[in-house]
């Protein structure tokens, strides 16, 4: 019985563990195997050229240049932060329409990124939705929207606020309602003010799911890939880390330098894991 | 008097954020009642003559395929939930009731798997797929959300954490073996968990785009995704028609967003913070 | 802490063991053929073939071909794949074995790895008698490819408004080119050059000029050469710097990141469109777009670049993707048969107003102009080509095959990036050199 019981655990873990390896660490062992080498992606012969492909990523400024455009992203997420928080504190007292408000600003968190990229061309598109719109409101716009390169980023960067804001709100209401509602009814009776029940309630409360939430967003303003892709191909500026590391592999057939890229893409992204689960450590942090 | 205006300022704050937010998509459902004369006039905002003018959308259902489509996403759907729910719940079971060496690497590996930009290695695990011979069938996105997303197994494993163990000691005593604890005391316990799991796998497959794209370019095995993206192609300059064609995809997430709205909140907010 | 990272790295190694063997590398088949059969009836099998032409499978005009095929071989069945990333999805695919019977050759395999690909299609000697374009395809001389068809490159351009502003002779310079898109500018009614610039994929039509304007057909191989493609005088300069002149003077769209590729084709053909820089294969299209609009095909011309080496105006006449049968295909006499098929008896060049790669076929109607006007036609030399596209790609500028370079350079011109030409272009070369072994 013993003896069963140390095999058991694996009996359990072999169909998960099995599907994660083939999938998941058999690719990435090949990446990195691949980053060693000047294979082009297809070709039966390659290379190895040692780390002479990290060497490059270091050392050719143009190619980490592209991580300022992460900033747009980066700069988005913390106004998202802003705005979801502000949303998520409002609904979290007593309001009409509550839940009709919650579903609209959730609801778009959860459409098809396809569907979001043809949604937002037509969007952006001159005399599309935004030009009429701003015209009705006598703004004569004529914007070029994903023309102009200082507005392109902001463009495609507000497309990710639409789309993620639902997400961080949902989240952000979810904490504050796991405040036990005693804590408002002891701080009302006090004769608290708002800001004040802000500040000493719901801000603690909150804290361990916002800097989830603001890790999230940092390594999620570095591997931004959909949105720009579909709708401006990386053209005009907008061209992301991963959208250049695509490019590397397909277009210049440089999946060596390529795959260098992406470990180093996933070595900051576990870093900066890491380094979340430093500062905020919650209960979930005994799970690894 | 301060409390009128802030509750006006919370008010408009609130419409505002609704018309932001419903702009893009009503302007969008708009187009897709247009006929093509309608839309020559080049007025964006204004509303289509014939609000039953569903020719666009007969259009883009035939032309694009979408029957098939909807068969294909349900049928990757119901084989990737399933899937999840197994295998996510045996390996939270074995985690968290088990004591064995090399547990935190497993869960180290579960956790790492999760942040692995799946774009960038594509061209491995294409080889991998081809090897088993998968490729171009329903089983290759099937598989690779198995293996690749892993998020069901956090929330099981915080689900599981709550379930007392002296229930599955009592069942011991009664003789039942680790299995029988497993598919008679645990997994029904979890249900909640499930649903959430559910939902979450759900709405993740029904929108991905990537791995249907590549792995699937028969046009008989299009999804959702695939088929709106292939649709744009020989009707890139009707946006009629591209509208009515994002207006039938986005339709089922909202039915289903409209009837399952408590446990998808409850649902993103303890799976997303895996 | 240190013992779970050790345990990582060693479960990493074991993986990186297991998975070595397949990673980037294995064994090249030997060669094989794939030669054309001689008895229909005894022809079997399931075809599969790779198509970029993602259009002409859902309209069905392919499905036509298959069944009139079908006739000839009852015993042959043709399916389509059509792909829409045809040359990032086919080059995935290319890893495994799975990339159909019958597929156009994609721009990522280098010319010498065609036989490790590819089923040899027959001797050079034999089919360059038969067909064009096959020094595109040919290694070690055996043929691995033939083009669908092939065209011209240049311009196409609504007649009517051209005329309306004047303009009824081709320009022959630079000058009378941009002189001609500013009256046309001037009446107010078209956008004078559409650039397409959010598809991209049109701006690398531009290159298709490479040769025209010296009329070298060595113009291709000499970019072997360790000097600039863009120094004084030499034709991708001139390309390049007509184009940004396009843009800087403003005859272009207003706001090229929210071009379309499929609007852009009724709006030549209603006039509010003049020009675009395209192969002539976009001739039919533009013809097909002009009668839904309810217009007369005969409004769509085409010219060749404006410039006139040896004082007659010249244009390179280059093939389009190549067919050719996979290495691995369980049925190569099958998917020969319907090379052949397409190539010799389908009329496919014929209705695309493309010239044939049957070198006894006619040229097309489309072309006509071009021969009134005495145009020299001239096929590029292909002896360095694989030397060049590795420059191409080494040098991440891809003037050959991809459009960003020429992106920039719009957005240079528009004002939307820092920098002007001749720096741009200089850099472009200083890369370019760099790149050269």
Request: charged residues 15%; aromatic residues 12%.
């Amino acid at each position: 019985m013993r003896n069963m019981g140390r095999l058991t655990p694996w009996l359990y873990l072999a169909a998960p563990l099995g599907l994660l390896v083939i999938f998941t660490y058999v690719p990435v062992v090949s990446m990195f195997s691949y980053s060693l080498t000047n294979w082009d992606g297809v070709s039966y012969d390659s290379e190895f050229v040692g780390i002479d492909n990290y060497v490059q990523l270091f050392t050719r400024p143009e190619l980490f240049q592209v991580f300022f455009v992460s900033l747009y992203y980066l700069a988005a997420s913390l106004f998202q932060i802003v705005v979801a928080l502000y949303f998520a504190v409002v609904l979290s007292f007593k309001t009409r329409f509550r839940n009709f408000f919650k579903g609209i600003l959730f609801f778009p968190y959860l459409i098809n990124g396809v569907a979001v990229g043809f949604v937002f061309l037509y969007f952006f598109k001159q005399g599309g939705t935004l030009d009429s719109f701003l015209g009705l409101l006598g703004v004569q716009s004529r914007q070029f929207w994903l023309g102009d390169p200082d507005l392109v980023n902001v463009s495609l960067s507000s497309v990710s606020v639409w789309r993620f804001l639902g997400l961080n709100f949902v989240l952000f209401l979810g904490a504050i309602s796991a405040i036990p509602s005693e804590l408002y009814e002891a701080a009302e009776i006090d004769g608290a003010n708002r800001w004040q029940i802000f500040r000493s309630i719901i801000a603690p409360g909150i804290k361990p799911i916002l800097g989830l939430v603001t890790i999230l967003s940092i390594s999620g303003s570095l591997s931004v890939f959909e949105i720009p892709y579909i709708m401006t191909g990386g053209a005009n500026g907008s061209t992301t880390f991963v959208i250049q590391t695509v490019k590397q592999a397909f277009q210049f057939d440089k999946t060596g330098l390529a795959s260098a890229a992406a470990v180093v893409l996933l070595a900051l992204i576990l870093l900066i894991t890491w380094i979340q689960r430093k500062i905020v450590p919650d209960e979930r942090n005994e799970l690894a | 008097m301060t409390r009128i205006l802030a509750a006006t300022g919370k008010y408009a704050s609130l419409v505002v954020a609704c018309v932001v937010m419903l702009l893009p998509l009503v302007t969008i459902f708009a187009t897709s009642l247009k006929t093509s004369q309608e839309m020559a006039t080049g007025e964006t905002l204004a509303l289509p003559r014939n609000w039953f003018n569903f020719d666009n959308y007969v259009t883009a259902f035939a032309k694009g395929d979408m029957l098939v489509a909807f068969a294909n996403t349900a049928f990757i759907l119901l084989f990737s939930i399933t899937g999840t729910v197994l295998i996510g719940s045996m390996a939270a079971y074995a985690i968290d009731r088990f004591a064995f060496r090399l547990k935190r690497v497993v869960l180290g590996l579960f956790l790492v798997a999760a942040l692995v930009p799946g774009v960038t290695t594509q061209v491995a695990t294409f080889q991998v797929i081809d090897g088993f011979g998968l490729f171009d069938t329903r089983w290759a996105p099937i598989l690779l959300y198995l293996g690749t997303d892993i998020v069901a197994i956090y929330i099981f494993l915080q689900f599981i954490r709550s379930i007392p163990v002296s229930l599955d000691e009592a069942a011991r005593v009664d003789g039942a073996s680790s299995f029988k604890i497993y598919r008679s005391v645990i997994f029904p316990l979890l249900k909640p968990a499930i649903a959430t799991v559910v939902i979450i796998k759900g709405i993740t497959v029904y929108n991905d785009f990537y791995i249907p794209f590549l792995y699937m370019p028969s046009e008989e095995l299009g999804v959702i995704s695939t088929s709106l993206f292939r649709f744009k192609g020989p009707f890139g300059a009707h946006w009629e028609t591209l509208s009515a064609g994002a207006v039938l995809v986005i339709l089922p997430t909202l039915i289903v967003f409209l009837l399952l709205q408590r446990f998808i909140y409850n649902g993103f907010t303890s799976g997303a913070t895996k | 802490m240190h013992k779970r990272a050790l345990l990582l790295a060693a479960t990493a190694a074991a993986l990186l063991a297991i998975t070595s063997a397949c990673t980037g590398g294995g064994s090249a088949p030997a060669e094989q053929d794939a030669l054309s059969p001689t008895d229909p009836s005894k022809v079997t099998g399931e075809v599969t073939v790779l198509t970029h032409r993602t259009d002409l499978v859902q309209d069905g005009t392919m499905k036509k071909y298959a069944d009139e095929f079908k006739k000839t071989y009852p015993n042959v069945t043709i399916k389509y794949d059509a792909i829409t990333d045809y040359e990032g999805e086919v080059k995935i695919r290319m890893n495994t074995e799975n990339y159909g019977d019958v597929l156009m050759i994609p721009a990522a395999i280098q010319r010498n790895d065609y036989p490790k690909f590819f089923a040899s299609l027959g001797g050079a000697a034999d089919l360059s008698a038969k067909y064009r374009f096959t020094s595109n395809t040919t290694v070690n001389d055996k043929v691995y490819g033939l083009a669908g068809f092939g065209g011209v490159n240049g311009f196409i351009y609504n007649k009517e408004v051209w005329a309306a502003a004047g303009v009824t002779k081709w320009p022959t310079s630079s000058e009378e080119f941009l002189a001609a898109l500013a009256a046309i500018k001037a009446k107010g009614a078209s956008v004078p050059f559409y650039t397409n610039y959010k598809d991209g994929w049109p701006l690398s039509q531009l290159g298709g000029a490479l040769g025209a304007i010296s009329c070298d057909p060595k113009a291709r191989d000499k970019l072997a050469a360790k000097e600039s493609p863009w120094k004084a005088g030499s034709d991708l300069r001139a390309i390049d710097t007509l184009l940004f002149n396009i843009v800087k003077n403003q005859l272009i769209e207003s706001d090229p990141a929210t071009t379309n590729w499929e609007d852009s084709k009724g709006l030549l053909a209603t006039g509010k469109i003049a020009t675009m820089g395209l192969g002539s294969w976009s001739i039919v299209q533009m013809q097909d777009a002009a009668k839904k609009a309810g217009k007369d095909p005969s409004i769509i011309g085409y010219m060749p670049f404006p410039a006139l080496p040896g004082g007659k105006p010249c244009a390179v006449l280059g093939p389009d993707y190549a067919y050719a049968v996979n290495i691995h295909s369980k049925v190569k006499p099958a998917a020969r048969a319907f090379i052949d098929f397409m190539t010799d008896k389908s009329g496919f060049a014929e209705s695309n107003q493309s010239v044939a790669v049957l070198k006894s076929a006619p040229m097309p109607a489309a072309l006509k102009p071009f021969s009134e006007a005495g145009v020299q036609l001239i096929e590029l030399t292909q002896e360095k080509a694989g030397e060049v596209d590795k420059i191409d790609k080494l040098s991440e500028i891809g003037a050959l095959s991809t459009h960003d370079y020429r992106q920039k350079l719009v957005d240079i011109a528009r004002g939307a990036a820092p920098g002007d030409l001749n720096g741009y272009l200089d850099e472009l070369g200083k890369k370019w050199v760099a790149a050269v072994p």
